[in-house]
């Protein structure tokens, strides 16, 4: 597999994302991102670093295939929750807090 083919399997098959919701989260047009996942156009560090950074990917995952395919053993679903959780104000925290652990109690239950 090539780097492209990895972006495409990680985006569509892990992350379940579409092209649009991929390529917002990283700041790159859907086109530019579609060329990269079809090997039109090259792979540039900028792309390949803002892929990592927001999806915690390995830089030696896509290039090579080698390695884990996430850097942190934090899920992408994990990062993203984390930064919404960071957005929040205290009251909110403290709201988020309680569902939790109601959440954890009706899981518990089953």
């Not at 992350?15 to 090997?39: A, P, Q, V, Y």
């Not at 792979?43 to 942190?72: K, N, Q």
């Amino acid at each position: 597999m090539k780097p492209y083919e990895r972006i495409r399997h990680l985006r569509k098959n892990i992350l379940h994302l579409t092209l649009d919701e991929f390529s917002r989260e990283i700041n790159l047009s859907r086109s530019n991102l579609g060329n990269i996942e079809t090997g039109r156009i090259s792979l540039t560090e900028r792309v390949l670093s803002d892929i990592c950074r927001t999806f915690h990917a390995s830089p030696d995952w896509i290039l090579e295939g080698a390695g884990p395919m996430f850097l942190e053993t934090d899920a992408p679903l994990d990062a993203k929750i984390k930064k919404l959780y960071d957005e929040l104000n205290e009251d909110s925290k403290k709201c988020l807090y309680g569902y939790m652990q109601r959440l954890l109690e009706e899981q518990d239950a089953v």
